[in-house]
């Protein structure tokens, strides 16, 4: 009887005999509330490079959430976003569940991180009805300045954000919880707003406050909400000095450098892309985590004359003076 459980949830479903040779255990995963999804879930982490301990570690807990669901008379079909988060808030803390079911907070909210995305592509998950809280005087003049930075300046998604939160905690420690006017605001106070906060900065900190609040300042002054003048209150910190000369390897260090990087699985490459991606395009590692099959036009296999070839295993750079 268990053997045609595990049959009907998962037949000729090699991947989960390999992750789980216990037959017992897929039995007892085929009998859970999620046990129809587990089978797809699995091919998923699979597409997305997961090894296989980290593909185990996912179905535990997924495992877990489906017995919770179970307990608590939550039929699939109604699964919310809402569930999950309840699930992690209240379950999780005060768990007595029997092994091996996981229970440590941070990694079981990645793993149902994955299973939501898992499922809102299969569009079997409910999301709760959007509602957007009531916006305070600051939060209104904040997304008018994000607005700016966004159509006006084109600035990134992380920029906006870093100054957005720069503007609001000056906006409370000047105006608290009174609406932000700008008559009332002077040079003398951006100084020293500028001079408490530098106390616990160090130097790249305290210029990216300056530029920040200065930028911010500069917005008030175009959209007409304060008087032009004030933005050049804002005190200049000393330049830094030059930065020593930064160390490269050599040709021959570098080539074996890439050929130490194994190329066999999807996850591998995926290192191999970043660190050409680090190394000869100069990205950032936040623009390398943000890059998407989208930023690239596979169609005209055009590109930017600043942005280098690839011949063989390195990167080249193919501006004007570099090609034949």
Request: aromatic content about 8%.
């Given at each position: 009887m268990a053997k045609s459980v595990e049959e009907q949830a998962f037949p000729d479903f090699a991947p989960m005999r390999h992750l789980f040779t216990s037959g017992a255990v897929r039995c007892r995963m085929a009998a859970n509330h999620l046990g129809i999804i587990l089978p797809g879930f699995v091919l998923d982490l699979q597409a997305r490079g997961y090894t296989p301990r980290g593909i185990r570690h996912h179905v535990l807990v997924v495992e877990h959430f489906g017995r919770w669901l179970e307990h608590h008379h939550i039929a699939v079909c109604r699964l919310s976003t809402v569930h999950v988060q309840e699930f992690l808030r209240s379950h999780l803390p005060r768990c007595c569940c029997r092994p091996p079911a996981p229970r440590v907070r941070p990694d079981c909210r990645a793993a149902l991180r994955r299973l939501v995305e898992f499922l809102r592509r299969q569009k079997r998950i409910q999301e709760p009805p959007p509602t957007a809280p009531p916006q305070s005087p600051v939060?209104?003049?904040?997304?008018?300045?994000?607005?700016?930075?966004?159509?006006?300046?084109?600035?990134?998604?992380?920029?906006?954000?870093?100054?957005?939160?720069?503007?609001?905690?000056?906006?409370?420690?000047?105006?608290?919880?009174?609406?932000?006017?700008?008559?009332?605001?002077?040079?003398?106070?951006?100084?020293?707003?500028?001079?408490?906060?530098?106390?616990?900065?160090?130097?790249?900190?305290?210029?990216?406050?300056?530029?920040?609040?200065?930028?911010?300042?500069?917005?008030?002054?175009?959209?007409?909400?304060?008087?032009?003048?004030?933005?050049?209150?804002?005190?200049?910190?000393?330049?830094?000095?030059?930065?020593?000369?930064?160390?490269?390897?050599?040709?021959?260090?570098?080539?074996?450098?890439?050929?130490?990087?194994?190329?066999?699985?999807?996850?591998?490459?995926?290192?191999?892309?970043?660190?050409?991606?680090?190394?000869q395009l100069a990205l950032r590692g936040q623009e390398v985590v943000n890059l998407t099959v989208d930023d690239l036009d596979w169609r005209a296999r055009d590109r930017p004359p600043y942005l280098p070839e690839v011949h063989g295993e390195f990167l080249v750079p193919c501006g004007p003076a570099h090609r034949p």
């Open positions: 939060d209104r003049l904040v997304g008018a300045y994000d607005e700016h930075m966004d159509r006006v300046c084109g600035l990134s998604v992380e920029m906006r954000r870093r100054r957005r939160h720069c503007a609001r905690q000056f906006l409370r420690w000047r105006f608290a919880r009174q609406v932000p006017r700008g008559d009332q605001l002077q040079a003398k106070q951006v100084s020293r707003y500028v001079f408490l906060r530098a106390r616990r900065l160090g130097p790249t900190g305290i210029r990216a406050l300056v530029v920040n609040l200065r930028s911010f300042l500069r917005f008030l002054e175009f959209s007409g909400r304060l008087r032009p003048g004030v933005a050049g209150g804002v005190p200049q910190p000393a330049p830094p000095l030059p930065p020593p000369p930064t160390k490269t390897l050599e040709p021959e260090q570098w080539r074996k450098f890439l050929k130490s990087i194994p190329r066999c699985t999807p996850k591998e490459r995926r290192d191999y892309a970043m660190v050409l991606c680090l190394a």
